[in-house]
């Protein structure tokens, strides 16, 4: 099968729900062109810094083409257009197109379609309540007329299959864009569960463990991510502190931008002298997961990430925060995870909940062995696809 997709932002480098579609793609045999846009850095990305004057190229990563382009516009880093990619669509001739969210270049895939009545247009959406339509006029001009009015509601009819890839993004889905419940179908960000047994399978879980002093018996707790206010690292920290214990070690994977170096001052001020916590830094994709096959339970305590599902491939119980509309509850229909709902995420609740786990060899066990059930209903890509090449079967 031919699949097309677009998409705002690819680097062959992280791990975003882009990459591991085209990996697992390609690894099923489907032929996969991304057109996507020439930012390189993922922060330039969120920063909006873009350099329109980087010029369009293509290569290939797992065999997948793509096709990076500048754009026509970029409003606010709101609304983001390419040139047009009208000869691109018909030059792939694709079976299947994958739209990520709502993109002013859409609309160019309709008369392609039409002319091909057996092409399928699916569209995955990452935005809610938490992420967007933060004031009024984000959710009046830029969703509901904008994104919507303009963009959405010409091509709504065409689009056969709605994947929202949390619960939140359903309800946003519904409620905002007036999308039906029974044309949206949650397509959860999995991992790489390939990358995991790979590095199951090597030493490197003794090796990282030993290079940090961390000793057979002893407990790693792993969090991470962008060190920002939102993600309460402080909170994890003092709750650590707290527990006092010589066998738990914590790693902490990532930095802080230049936003947010005071927060990082902070930290490293709540953690001066305690030998038990380890700064790792920023790492690449594999870097990471080796990481968390080199721990034992994963904490994060507010502001949902793609480390969660990874933590949980890696067979490692999670306990986290939901500050609103990112509860990660239809995942844990095996019990592998610890919630906080916002009110719950303090010091003496995450404390309570690490010991819980830490200090109850059962109930680890359980919940061991409920991240494997976990990964194999919901997150894994060898399965994840299939539900989006239902249409074309």
């Known amino acids: 099968m031919k699949i097309l997709m677009l998409c705002e932002f690819y680097n062959e480098t992280l791990e975003y729900q882009e990459n591991l579609l085209v990996k697992y793609y390609r690894k099923h045999g489907h032929e996969v062109t991304v057109i996507t846009s020439t930012y390189e850095s993922v922060f330039d990305y969120y920063n909006n810094k873009h350099d329109n004057k980087i010029p369009s190229k293509i290569y290939f990563d797992h065999g997948a083409k793509i096709i990076k382009l ?5 409003f606010l880093g709101k609304i983001k257009k390419y040139i047009s990619i009208k000869n691109i669509v018909e030059d792939e001739k694709p079976d299947l197109l994958y739209i990520h969210d709502v993109m002013p270049n859409m609309t160019e895939m309709l008369d392609y379609k039409k002319r091909n009545p057996h092409v399928k247009m699916i569209m995955d959406y990452h935005a809610d309540y938490s992420n967007s339509a933060y004031g009024w006029l984000s959710l009046n001009v830029l969703h509901k007329i904008l994104r919507k009015k303009i963009y959405m509601d010409p091509i709504r009819k065409h689009i056969e299959r709605f994947y929202p890839v949390v619960p939140g993004s359903t309800k946003f889905l519904n409620e905002v864009y007036k ?20 590095i199951q399978n090597t030493g490197i879980r ?24 939102v993600k309460k690292t402080d909170l994890l920290l003092k709750a650590f502190h ?12 990532g930095d802080a931008d230049a936003q947010n170096k005071e927060y990082k001052k902070k930290l490293l001020e709540l953690t001066q002298g305690n030998q038990n916590v380890h700064y790792i830094g920023w790492l690449n994709n594999k870097g990471v997961y080796e990481h968390l096959s080199a721990a034992d339970l994963a904490v994060f305590p507010a502001s949902q990430s793609i480390v969660w599902q990874q933590a949980l491939v890696s067979g490692l119980p999670l306990v986290v925060g939901d500050t609103g509309e990112q509860s990660v509850a239809y995942l844990n229909e095996f019990g592998a995870i610890i919630e906080l709902k916002n009110n719950e995420i303090t010091v003496e609740n995450i404390k309570k909940s690490i010991e819980s786990i830490v200090f109850d060899e059962e109930k680890f066990t359980k919940m061991k062995l409920a991240t494997k059930r976990t990964t194999e209903k919901y997150l894994d890509w060898n399965h994840l696809i299939n539900n989006t090449l239902k249409f074309n079967k």
Not at 70 to 74: E, G, L, R, T, V
Not at 212 to 228: N, P, R, S, Y
Not at 242 to 253: C, D, G, M, W
């Open 242 to 253: 707290e527990i006092n214990n010589e066998r738990l070690h914590l790693f902490i994977i």
């Open 70 to 74: 500048p754009f026509k516009f970029n």
């Open 206 to 229: 003794n090796e990282i463990r030993a290079k940090h002093g961390v000793k057979k018996e002893d407990i790693v707790i792993f969090t991470g991510g962008k060190l920002t206010p």
């Open 179 to 198: 999308i039906p419940l029974k044309d949206l179908e949650i397509l959860p960000l999995g991992a790489d569960v390939d990358l995991v047994e790979e």
